[in-house]
């Protein structure tokens, strides 16, 4: 069911300016710096003055924000970037034997792709975080952000069925189980979901919880693995668990038979032992298909979804882990509020069930409506026309000119491609072209 991304960057590029230059990961969904790529040949990239008004736009919308991943990137990777994005300078690099020189420069920028290749100053990085130290990382660079819940507009594309399903139509007394929980991947930042296996077993929750876990992740098995988080150290065997044989693709699917068979989805999400906030499609599954949902998380994720107006259950049951910054405290919680839940009467359950399916219907109807999908898409023309107007009033080629002194400086050859590709002008004389393009363009 996967929607490809550049249909969705296709819908976005008609809310942005004539003159933003989006750029994106291709394929979808890999993080590689040499895989960044425009989105399409733009009709103002056959000009040079058209190219150097532009204002260009990484789209980091779908995974975290990462700066450590781009701090010291392997010279093949940018030489395959400059292949692909710039091949009139990589052709110039080699011919005037500087391209060492060429690559360590890319490489100090990390993901700043565009300095000195454009006249502004500044440029935009669309993305998906709140209280992001990551993202003041990247400001430090010269990114003036745009924010926006780009897996909210992604979850109504992947799950688009379950608005019409007639299979997720819920007897709340007919549920035997009290939780489903998907827990496949469990690296890099989702090493939690470890500890969390464990305290299912040792809280005796395996009963009441349709789960299962991969023993391996990127050919790693979970008892080779390094913790980054000591806290979250495991002493269980936790093959008393059924395999996890799901795919990598697996949360862009949905499956009835799991919520016909569970009360509550309780979710792993990316993100835990973490200051930021970054929901994605794995919470807005049980919401699309009304399911009442237990979210494991950032601190203050259920009042992240409540400012966007969906109810979470606190009338019904506790929802104070949301408010707890401790990891392990924060896990823990959960697990009590789950062991509280299995503990109920037969009686005590349908009640609860009942209610929590009412709250879950409510918000089922909210997600599918054309009300919420234009908040979605006006918080992103907002917040880009904020950025834009920014970057726009940083457009006086201080680094452009830079770039092209640190540049010439390396090469007489190179100088001369320089010179002979985009003029070498003053400062003096960019303001002057600038006013000179943008009266052309308008």
């Known amino acids: 069911m996967f929607v490809p991304f550049d249909k969705l960057y296709d819908f976005l590029d008609q809310h942005t300016d004539y003159d933003t230059l989006i750029y994106r990961f291709h394929p979808d969904g890999s993080k590689k710096y040499s895989d960044i790529c425009a989105l399409r040949a733009y009709d103002n990239l056959k000009s040079w003055k058209g190219h150097l008004i532009s204002i260009p736009m990484l789209m980091h919308d779908q995974e975290p924000l990462n700066f450590d991943l781009y701090r010291d990137i392997d010279k093949n990777e940018v030489l ?11 052709n110039a690099c080699k011919t005037s034997n500087i391209q060492d020189h060429i690559v360590k420069i890319y490489q100090n920028n990390n993901l700043n792709l565009f300095a000195g290749s454009f006249l502004t100053d500044g440029w935009l990085l669309c993305h998906s975080e709140k209280n992001s130290v990551e993202l003041a990382k990247y400001k430090s660079l010269g990114a003036i952000d745009v924010y926006w819940w780009s897996h909210a507009m992604i979850a109504r594309d992947w799950y688009r069925y379950a608005q019409i399903d007639q299979r997720l139509t819920y007897d709340t007394a007919s549920f035997s189980k009290d939780f489903n929980l998907y827990n496949r991947a469990w690296g890099g930042t989702r090493e939690y979901r470890l500890k969390f296996a464990e305290m299912i077993i040792k809280n005796d929750l395996i009963q009441s919880t349709s ?9 790693c098995h979970y008892r080779d693995h390094i913790f980054k988080n000591k806290m979250f150290l495991i002493d269980t065997d936790l093959s008393i668990l059924n395999e996890n044989q799901s795919c990598s693709d697996a949360s862009a699917e949905y499956c009835p038979a799991d919520y016909l068979r569970s009360a509550i989805d309780v979710v792993l999400e990316t993100l835990f032992d973490d200051s930021r906030i970054h929901l994605t499609e794995k919470i807005l599954r049980p919401i699309a298909c009304g399911k009442p949902f237990i979210l494991a998380s950032t601190p ?8 966007y107006g969906f109810e979470t259950f606190g ?4 929802e104070n882990y949301d408010t707890i910054t401790d990891p392990l405290e924060r896990l823990e919680h959960i697990i009590n509020v789950m062991k509280d839940i299995s503990n109920l009467s037969k009686v005590g359950k349908y009640n609860l069930y009942h209610e929590l399916h009412l709250i879950s219907a409510r918000n089922k109807k909210k997600f599918w409506s054309n009300n919420f999908a234009q908040k979605i898409i006006e918080e992103f023309t907002t917040n880009f026309r904020q950025a834009n107007q920014i970057c726009k009033d940083l457009q006086n080629g201080n680094q452009w000119i830079d770039q092209r002194k640190r540049l010439s400086s390396a090469s007489d050859k190179f100088r001369q491609w320089l010179c002979s590709d985009t003029p070498s002008r003053s400062r003096q004389d960019i303001a002057k072209l600038l006013l000179e393009i943008k009266k052309t363009s308008t």
């Open 80 to 90: 395959e970037f400059l292949h692909l994005n710039e091949p009139g300078l990589l």
């Open 211 to 219: 789960t299962s876990i991969s023993e391996f992740d990127n050919k």
């Open 300 to 307: 203050g994720s259920l009042q992240y979804l409540r400012d």
């Open 315 to 318: 009338v019904c049951i506790d």
